[in-house]
């Protein structure tokens, strides 16, 4: 009986030893791949980062040129009007001189 406990004893300590051994080479594995996915995963960050940079830019660039364009209509649109209320003082001057 005592070899039979001593047989099982050892048979469990050397599945034990087993069991451990595939634990540390999953974990392992699963370590490795865990910071391979998290390289990955900052790589394709950083190129999203420096996407949305260069469109952001992009945009920027264009919304300024935008705005420009509009503030310089606007001052032609201004001198327009000031030069037709000029001219129709002026008219308003002569028209009021004759009468």
Known sequence: M?????QESKTFYQKAATEKEERKVLYKNITEKTKKEFIERDKLFEDYKVIQDKLCTATKGETWTEMNNRFAHQNEVVED?????KSFQDT???VGKDI
């Open 81 to 85: 009007i000031s030069q037709f209320l």
């Open 92 to 94: 308003l001057k002569i």
């Open 2 to 6: 005592y070899k039979k406990i001593k």
